[in-house]
Each structure stands twice: as structure tokens, then as C-alpha cells.
């Protein structure tokens, strides 16, 4: 038996080493290749991907995963050994549902896609892609029909980012969020608006890089195992546990690109504090789009946007930036970075309004699943919806409905992971602080190593070892739950523009 | 048999994505890659070569190129379809030859061969590498034996570089070369030394990366297709013809990062030149090392040391270095750049020393593979080499035979190429010259695309079409014959030192 599940072992280390490759040749794609490479590092992708399929859906690794069963259930839950075969069964049982020729319709349908998006959004005309996104609708109307049967047909989408989580549990904690973030919306749009003007100007973008680069450094970055380069989407990548690669961007006219450094280095510090035991298996990664997320929204926010940190950095800020910040002070800067403003681009938008953006997404995704809504009718939901929850009129379909690629691509699904992630952030950050007191003087301090030691401890080494909703539960001893999110919101904007702390309904924890 | 020709191109298109994905995870390795990733890149990279291998070498592969045969036959022999199903044969041949245990063996020899190299190297100690050499000449012989018949136990290694070439032929151009270089250095021993001290002093780097990117500018590096890092090692990598990847070094005490620019420049430009066409097969590559490296040579050599080069560079040169070559004039800095002078390492070595440093390798590798020498005796017999062919005594092993890489991961076979380049570069050249009679006159106005575009069209677009005797008889003309070079360096040194010009024997074409 230990014989077999070595063998399954190198196997799946076999694979995950080719998934690595892919992984370099994705990161290298936007970070260092040539253009003119393009066409040929799409194949060369192609053809990386379609092998990692081909090898990990091979009969032999069916038969090991089937002949391995006695010994799995031999084993503790939580050892590596039964986690690797329980996880890989899974990820098995879902790659092995969907016929390869589908599969080769989605990935060109995908990349069709992907092509008319940027000639629709280039032109603002939703026209240019509905055809695409109509046949990308019914190829993943034919994909959810690989795994019926299901409760809600959005259910399989929704796992390929959130494993083994519902649309009705999705529903449940958007139900309580929604109200909430539109009453909050509603309440800061009577206040007097927070002056952030000094955040636009003159921002040399080699001292932004720099300033993001010292942040992170206090964070543990290290260049022995990380990179950090610029890119025009900030993204995190990892080709090993001791390989992680963050990006970020930088405009000379306005201080933002160390918010999306923080973002990333959450994800990033998510997948480098994996246990090194489980390098080069399947387990090696963060457990889902939502965990992940939590995280990149945690070092962003709850780290980044908490006065503590600024309490500590504002001082180095207004040495690196002193003819931009040298008369503001701490207190008028850090009402700037935590302002909440109803905009129209989602990737723009302040800790309160994101999650509407998402919600707004979700339903709209649920209603071409259920077939309530028509691929045309698309720009007249999303906009009537803009207006109705964040009371801003779209001006055209660059900034409304075209303004995000995952549809042109087909990738249904994954929106909601991001709200979520901001909820389980909440969830995380107030469990933490119920052993680390004092993280306040610690940030104020330039102390953020225990914090990152605490997350690595509950959450990070587990890696895809559990369940999403069992890493959930082991960290906080909890199911999802909206409330410490809305509590921290409530908490936030009271401080920030002096308004009402109570809640608007009673959010209840969702079970 | 469209449809199998299809069917087989497409599988060395995959198997060639993947191969470039390798090239990918080893550039990234000295380039890009956080130290700490070692381990598990070199995993990774293992992981690509055993999965290249096994599809390349799997029995439908051997099938289709079986059926193949008289669809291959039907098509004209310079056909791209008839040069693709013939080459891929040849290195399916090969590659079926080599039973995949040893493969494992050799693999894992050239791993700790290497440890015990860079261990031995660090202490100048050569009884440190000694048991790990002995290990990976006795796994060579086998490696050898896979090939039997031959006519010398040295063919197969050196087919595995220079595919077609026998030892023997390599064996009657060294004949003929060693005499006369040793002739030249003789000759250049009597001659007053070249001054050269204004190479060595404060050159930033910075600078000096600039001024080499200049330089390739103008040869036609374009950032759409090309990259030029720094690495410790300077090499040129390809992961596409449209994704060509040189590497330089510099040091800040020492103005000499351009000739490695220019060298790594030739072996790229040879990649980009080739036929679009031949974009993901296995032709898409120099056809050998001897012809790869003729045009690294070339490149380094033939341009880049050349007076009419300088007459358009060198005034750009005195203005990015003012203080260190101001007062240097055009003809003292011409001459410093052509100086001969014997030296311990093969990868500092001037024009003349350098193919002797070659041929005492291959002197030694012949012998080692015949039995007429034991792996114990090498530091001896490279030392009293050297004296004899350079006239200078070896202080202790680092300097001697443990300073270069090559053994200690098993690769005899590789050196003898270094000089072959050499060679064919200038028979290269004199055929160019027929066609570009003006060559002089276009690079002191600072033009060499021309040149660029005459090598393309005579060498650089066939990639591996035809076998390297092909190619260079389709480029030259003739077969290999090392009279243009001995010519050319008589005629540098002449104007170097004011030797003479006579050659030291009759340097009749080798045949």
C-alpha cells in the first residue's frame, strides 16, 4: 500500500511540476516575454495545460486514487498522507466528469471570447461581445450539465472557485450584506465628503516602487524567496512554497500602487507559509478563491488601511513624499486611504462599495443560469442595478457591463469568491485578536512578523489539506458569517465620517 | 498521409511547447528565480526532460515516422515537410537508442558530478571531483556502447553536439590547426606586448549594459522579440524565434561585458532567423553546436573586433567613458581588443590561445575515451599540455582542470564545437564577403543589417533543416577547412604586432 500511494505521490509531483511550468510561462507571459512571442507562448500554454490534464485524469491515477481507499481511511483525517489522497480524489472526480471536446470548446470559446471583450470594450459596445458571451453562456450551460445532479445549476460554477460551497449559502450571506452596504452607502452620502486630493499629484513611480517594496520588506518580504515586479494588472504568483512573485503598478500621477502591492502580498504569503511538506503535491496552495482572498484583502485593509500601520508609516511616507504629503497630516491622510465613494469600476472601489460591485455581478449571474435573464438584456440589469445601489448613473458599457474580462472568458463563478473574501477577512482578523491583543501596538511598532506567524500557524500551512469550510472552521470556530464584516464597516465609516454605528437590520450570524 | 504527416507534426509541436517550457524553467533559474527555489526547480526541470523524452521517444511517434517513410520520400529533400519527418527521425533514433536506466544513471552522475565539481573547484582540489569523474566516464562508455558500431568510441559523443561529424574529421582540422597556432603564439612571444591597462579601471556597470545595448541595438536587438539580463554567466536562450534571451556580465573594474554581448548576440540572431515557418518543430534551432557557435564567433570576433566597427563605435565609446579611454586613441584601443596572450582560463582567452585551450580538451577527452589515459592522470597531462601548446605553467587545479563545468556533468563531446566554430565562422565570412564586398565601408557607417540579413538568407532560415555539413556547404561551398581562419589570424597578428603573415605550414582544405 505504501508502495502505491509513493507511486501516486510522484505522480501527482509529476504534475504539479508541469503545472509550475504552466505557471512560469503564465507569470513570464506578462512580466518578462517579448510580445511578439504571444502567439506562441498561447500554444505553448495550450499544450502544458492539455498534458496536466491528460496525465492527472489517466487511468492509472483513477486506479491508484480506487486501490488506495482502505489505506486512506487507515489514516487520520488530518495527515498529510489521507488529505493528499482525499483532495486529489476530489479534484480526480471533477476533471474526469467533463469530455475532453467540451473542454476544447470552452478553452477556444474562451479565448474567442477573451479577443471580442477587448475590441467591445475598446468601443464601448456591448454588441461587439454578446455573441461570444452568448456561446460562452451555453458552453457553461453545458459544463454544469457534467455534474448534475445539482441543487442550482450556478452550484458547479461556483465550486470550481469556492469547492463544496452552495449558491443558496452564497445567497443566504448577500441577503444580510446587501441592505446593509446599501444603507451604509446611503448614510455616508449625506455626510460631508473626505478631502483626498493630495493623494493625486506627482508620484514618481520608481519612489512609489520603492515605498512598497520597504512596506513589504516589514511585512517578511524576502528576496530569497519572492519577487516583485511591475506589471499593468497587479497579480501574485507562486512556482514553489520558496518561489513567490508579486506584482504592482504604479501611476506618476497618483499615490495607489502600494495598496495593490499589500493586496498581492496577502495571496502571496497565503501560498509561502504552506507547510514545505507539501511541496510539489496538490496541496501546496491556498484552499479556494474566497480563503485566498481573505487574505489579500486582510493585509490590504485590516493591515493597510488600519491607523496603527499609518502610525508607524506616515512618518517614512512624508520623508519619501515631501512636497505631496509634507502639510497633511496623519489623521487627514488616513481618512483619504479609507474615503468610501460609489464609483463605477469595481477594481477602483473603497472597502464598502467593492461588495456591492460584487453583488451586483452575482445576481446578474444567477439570473443567466436560471435563464430569469438574456445575454441582451445584460447593459439594462447592470445598469438599472448600479443605479439602484450605488445611485450612479453608467454613462456607457466601458464602465459598466464590459468593464471586467471573466465573462469573456467564460469564468462564471468566481465574482462572489470576492465579497466573500472580504467577509471571511473579518472573521479571521477577529479571531486573531483574541491572541494577539496588542497587534495595534505591535503595527504602530512596525511589528507585523507575528501576525503573519499567527496566520501561517491557523491557516496558511494547512494549505488545501481541508475543506474551504473546514480551514474556515478550524481558524475561527465558525461557519461563514457577514456580522464582524458589517460590524467593522459600521465601525469604520463611523470613524471616518462621524456616522451612525448601528446597524440597519440585525445580522444575525448565517450558519 | 496529410493526415499522418498532421498528426505527427502536431505532436512534435507539443512535445517542442514543452521542450521551450524547459528552456522557460532554466532561463527563469539563472535569470529571474528567488535562490531559495532551487531544489524544487530543479524538480521541476527534471519533471519537463523525462516527459519530453517520453513523448518524443513514445511507439506512435516511431510509427508515424515509419509510415511516413514514402510520403517523406515523395517530397522534395528541402521541403520543410520531407527535412521534418528526416530529422525528427534521426533524433528519434537517437533517442530510442538510450535505455531509459542509464538515462536515469547519466542524470543523476551530472548531478553530484556537478556538486563534486563546484566542492573540488572552490578548493583547487582535483581528488575531490576524481570518483564522480571516474563515475561519468564509465557511464559515458556505456552511453557509448548504445551506439555500436562505430568507427571511434568518440563519435557518438560528439554526435550528440555536432550530429554527422566524426572524430576523425575533427582529429585531421586539429592537425592542421595546432601546428600553426602554436606557431602564431610563438611568434607573438617574441613581439613586443600590446598595451592594454586602459581596459582595467572604473567602469560602471550601468553604463557599460547601456553602451553593449547600444551596440546590439544597432546589429537589430528590438524589445518585441528580444531580452538582455544580467547573470553571472553570460548566455543566449530562445523560447520562441520571436522570444530570443541573452544574458551579459559586468564587471566594475574592467570594460569587457560587450564582447560577451556580442558572442551571446550570434548565437541568438541565429534563432530569430529562423523561417517562421518552422515555429514549433524541431527545425526551429542551429543545426549544431560548430554552426552556433560560428556565429556567436562571428559576431564577437569577425564584427566586433573588426577596425571598421570601432571606426563607427569607438567615439560613441570615448564619450560614454571619457575619463578612462579620452586619451586612448582608436588604434591603441583596436589593438588592446586584438591582443594574443597565453592565459590559464579557456573563457578569457584572446582568438589565437583560445582554440589551442580547445584543442588540448579534446586531445585529453580522446584519450580518456581510447583508455590511453586514466581519469587519475588528467590534472598531469592537462598541465604539461599547457606548457607545451601555451608556454605557461599551471599554479594548481581551479586554474587548470577543474575550471571548467563540462566533465563533471558528463558532457565529452561538447569542446572540440567551440573551435570548429571558430573555423567555419571564417569560411563563413569569405563567402560573405563575395556577396557584401562593401561589408567594411556599411559597419563604419554603423550598418549591419545588411550583414544580419546576409546570414539569414545563407544560414539562419534553413534552422536544422539540413545536416551541419549541408548547411555549411550550402553557405560556402565547400566542406570544413580551417585555412580561412589560420589566414585570418596571420593577418590579425600581423597587423597587431607586425608579425609575419607566412603561415607556419601548407594549410591545404581539409576534405
Chains 1, 2 share one sequence.
Not at 504552506?274 to 511541496?279: F, G, M, N, R, S
Amino acid at each position: 500500500m505504501e508502495q502505491r500511494f509513493a507511486d501516486l505521490k510522484q505522480r501527482l509531483a509529476e504534475i504539479n511540476d508541469l503545472s509550475r511550468a504552466g505557471s512560469l510561462l503564465a507569470w513570464d507571459q506578462r512580466v518578462m516575454m517579448p510580445p511578439a512571442a504571444a502567439a506562441v507562448r498561447g500554444e505553448q500554454l495550450a499544450t502544458v495545460t492539455s498534458i496536466v490534464h491528460e496525465r492527472f485524469t489517466s487511468p492509472e491515477v483513477g486506479r491508484l486514487l480506487d486501490e488506495l481507499r482502505p489505506y486512506e481511511e487507515s489514516l487520520p483525517y488530518e495527515s498529510d498522507e489521507a488529505s493528499l489522497i482525499r483532495v486529489a480524489r476530489r479534484d480526480f472526480e471533477k476533471a474526469t466528469r467533463v469530455p475532453g471536446e467540451l473542454r476544447g470548446e470552452l478553452a477556444r470559446a474562451s479565448a474567442s471570447g477573451y479577443a471580442a471583450w477587448q475590441e467591445a470594450r475598446a468601443r464601448a459596445d456591448f454588441e461587439l461581445l454578446r455573441p461570444a458571451l452568448e456561446r460562452n453562456v451555453e458552453l457553461r450551460h453545458r459544463y454544469v450539465e457534467c455534474f448534475a445532479p445539482y441543487d442550482d445549476p450556478y452550484d458547479p460554477l461556483l465550486d470550481d472557485y469556492e469547492p463544496g460551497m452552495h449558491a443558496a449559502e452564497v445567497t443566504e450571506v448577500f441577503d444580510v450584506l446587501k441592505p446593509e452596504l446599501k444603507a451604509i452607502v446611503a448614510d455616508v452620502a449625506r455626510r460631508d465628503p473626505v478631502e483626498a486630493g493630495f493623494l493625486a499629484g506627482s508620484f514618481p513611480v520608481g519612489e512609489q516602487r520603492q515605498f512598497a517594496l520597504r512596506v513589504l520588506e516589514r511585512f517578511g518580504f524576502d528576496p530569497t524567496s519572492w519577487r516583485f515586479d511591475d506589471t499593468v494588472h497587479p497579480f501574485a504568483s507562486s512556482m514553489a512554497t520558496t518561489d513567490i512573485r508579486l506584482t504592482s503598478r504604479y501611476k506618476p500621477d497618483r499615490f495607489d500602487g502600494l495598496f495593490a502591492a499589500m493586496h498581492e502580498w496577502g495571496h502571496g504569503i497565503y501560498e509561502h507559509g504552506v507547510d514545505p511538506a507539501l511541496e510539489r503535491t496538490p496541496l501546496a496552495r491556498g484552499v479556494s478563491m474566497a480563503l485566498h482572498e481573505s487574505q489579500s484583502r486582510l493585509w490590504e485593509n485590516l493591515v493597510g488601511r488600519s491607523r496603527p500601520f499609518w502610525r508607524f508609516f506616515y512618518p517614512q511616507l512624508q520623508e519619501a513624499f515631501p512636497e505631496q504629503f509634507g502639510s497633511v497630516d496623519e489623521e487627514a491622510f488616513y481618512r483619504a486611504v479609507n474615503r468610501v465613494e460609489p464609483s463605477f469600476i469595481r477594481v477602483e472601489a473603497d472597502q464598502v462599495t467593492y461588495s456591492l460591485h460584487i453583488i451586483l455581478r452575482y445576481e446578474l449571474e444567477r439570473e443567466l443560469f436560471s435563464g430569469a435573464l438574456d445575454v441582451r438584456n445584460l447593459p439594462d440589469a447592470w445598469n438599472a442595478r448600479m443605479a439602484d445601489y450605488l445611485g450612479i448613473t453608467v454613462a456607457d458599457d466601458a464602465q459598466g457591463v464590459l468593464q471586467d474580462v471573466h465573462w469573456s472568458g467564460g469564468g462564471f463563478g468566481y465574482f462572489p469568491t470576492y465579497a466573500l473574501g472580504n467577509v471571511v477577512s473579518l472573521q479571521v482578523w477577529e479571531r486573531m485578536l483574541q491572541d494577539i491583543a496588542d497587534v495595534d501596538e505591535q503595527f504602530a511598532r512596525g511589528e507585523f512578523r507575528p501576525l503573519a506567524d499567527w496566520l501561517r500557524e491557523h491557516l496558511y500551512r494547512f494549505g488545501r489539506k481541508f475543506t474551504p469550510k473546514e480551514a474556515l472552521e478550524r481558524v475561527t470556530g465558525t461557519a461563514l458569517d457577514p456580522a464582524p464584516y458589517i460590524r467593522y464597516l459600521r465601525r469604520k465609516v463611523a470613524e471616518i465620517y462621524g456616522a451612525d454605528e448601528t446597524p440597519a437590520t440585525v445580522t444575525a450570524g448565517v450558519s
